[in-house]
């Protein structure tokens, strides 16, 4: 479908919802944020993606584009499973409520899968294959096969932190299971790891990457060790996909080259031969990856309008 009026993306996140009105071409018109009123429940950030929504919306936009946090499912467009960063969003009816509120149409998607569409977008062909993943408080991913997004069962495709990981052999997970890419490999994970070692109080990742550009071994150790998780995990999935990229997105993955150059040596070291010249690397688009793929949502998801409970292309 040809894009010829502009339409809204939304990125909501646990902290903080970010507009954008988005012109055909690409270009963001306008631009809103405002803080995501998390602790009030899915009513309640309902109505503030509704009313970021309107702060950026002009006469000739007709739909809006969700990258949402959650395990989303599109064709329903519902948050079918979520932390609670969100009070009460697993279960929320994402799509209709925010079409009843804004008399638009809504597609939507999780917000990591969105981003990742960006990258998709850039490679060269129709039919490229991608794996992505953010790593940051938690491990988010996607995974694209034939130029199309993988969704899975009731929106689950692309979770890579929550891939069996050997380092995190016997950790707790965020989704109540045990040894988890996530619980080794997310920012919260390292700094955890660092002050089981070293019997301090766990602090913020940011302070284990100043003790390590410092040369503590415990923090070097820890950085290494989520970056190699993460580096054998992508390079385990490469061989399974056979990708044209691999990105690695998130506020983990820019702490410095320890972290990268960990990860990257772990990612080689599994690669079966006709992958060898494959590297993990950066996103090609910056922060705005996120409104700019939910407004791109709108041209390859259900639809969901406000008369109706169903959805529509």
């Known amino acids: 479908m040809t894009r010829t009026l502009p339409v809204i993306g939304l990125d909501l996140g646990g902290t903080k919802i970010d507009a954008a009105l988005v012109g055909a071409d690409g270009t963001i018109l306008a631009r809103h944020s405002l803080p995501t009123p998390a602790a009030e429940g899915a009513e309640a950030v309902l109505d503030a993606l509704a ?9 000739r936009a007709e739909t809006i584009g969700v990258a949402a946090a959650g395990v989303i499912d599109p064709v329903s467009g519902t948050v079918t499973s979520a932390t609670d960063t969100i009070r009460g969003w697993a ?4 799509a209709a409520g925010l079409a009843a509120r804004t008399g638009l149409a809504v597609a939507c998607d999780n917000d990591v899968r969105a981003a990742a569409g960006t990258e998709l977008a850039s490679l060269d062909g129709p039919d490229g294959s991608l794996i992505y993943a953010a790593v940051g408080t938690g491990v988010g991913g996607a995974v694209a096969a034939g130029g199309r997004m993988l969704h899975g069962a009731r929106g689950i495709a692309g979770h890579l932190g ?3 990981s050997p380092e995190a052999a016997g950790l ?3 989704c109540g299971a045990t040894g988890h890419l996530e619980a080794i490999a997310a ?3 390292i700094a955890t790891h660092y002050a089981a070692v070293t019997g301090t109080a766990p602090g913020p990742l940011q302070r284990v990457a100043a003790y390590a550009r410092c040369g503590d071994p415990h923090a070097v150790a820890a950085i290494t060790l989520g970056a190699r998780a993460v580096g054998r995990a992508l ?3 490469a061989n399974a996909l056979g990708p044209d990229r691999v990105v690695v ?6 702490i410095g080259p320890l972290y990268q150059d960990a990860l990257s040596e772990a990612f080689a070291a599994e690669l079966m031969a006709p992958l060898a010249q494959l590297t993990p690397s950066a996103p090609r688009v910056g922060h705005d990856a996120a409104v700019l793929g939910g407004a791109a949502l709108t041209r390859t998801l259900p639809l969901h309008s406000p008369r109706t409970t169903g959805a529509s292309r």
Do not use: F, K, N, Q
């Open 51 to 59: 009313e970021a929504a309107a702060a950026v919306r002009d006469a």
């Open 91 to 94: 279960g929320t009816a994402l």
């Open 162 to 164: 929550h891939l069996p």
């Open 172 to 174: 707790p997970c965020t």
């Open 187 to 189: 920012g919260p994970g």
């Open 235 to 237: 390079g385990g999935l």
């Open 249 to 254: 997105a998130g506020g983990v993955s820019r």
